[in-house]
Nanobody, 121 residues
Framework: QVQLVESGGGLVQAGGSLRLSCAASGRTLSRYAMGWFRQAPGKEREFVAARGWSGGSTYYADSVKGRFTISRDNAKNTVYLQMNSLKPEDTAVYYC??????????????WGQGTQVTVSS
């Protein structure tokens, strides 16, 4: 079992930055790929970014490419999402997930509780 806890969300103006963190307990994160997903009100949960356990493979949604960066520190059992040049359409609850490297929500067995990110215009 893996327990995931996100932090770092908040309210920021458009063009600003936030860094989300996801701390894991239970099993070591090095066994899993890590993903970030988001869900806006009335919308389905969508893929944002994912990174393989060794860090060699990294994927981003087209909507965040060039603005967001996923990184991980396996020694600290923590994964990060650096979000720059934020836009109002980035407003959502952000979730981290652990599982096989994938862009699909259904592929990830472990999820955090989510952290709210609100970008004002």
């Amino acid at each position: 079992q893996v327990q995931l806890v996100e932090s770092g969300g908040g309210l920021v103006q458009a063009g600003g930055s936030l860094r989300l963190s996801c701390a894991a307990s239970g099993r070591t994160l090095s066994r899993y790929a890590m993903g970030w997903f988001r869900q806006a009100p009335g919308k389905e949960r969508e893929f944002v970014a994912a990174r393989g356990w060794s860090g060699g493979s990294t994927y981003y949604a087209d909507s965040v490419k060039g603005r967001f960066t996923i990184s991980r520190d396996n020694a600290k059992n923590t994964v990060y999402l650096q979000m720059n040049s934020l836009k109002p359409e980035d407003t959502a609850v952000y979730y981290c997930a652990a599982g096989p490297l994938s862009k699909l929500v259904a592929e990830y067995p472990y999820w955090g509780q989510g952290t709210q990110v609100t970008v004002s215009s």
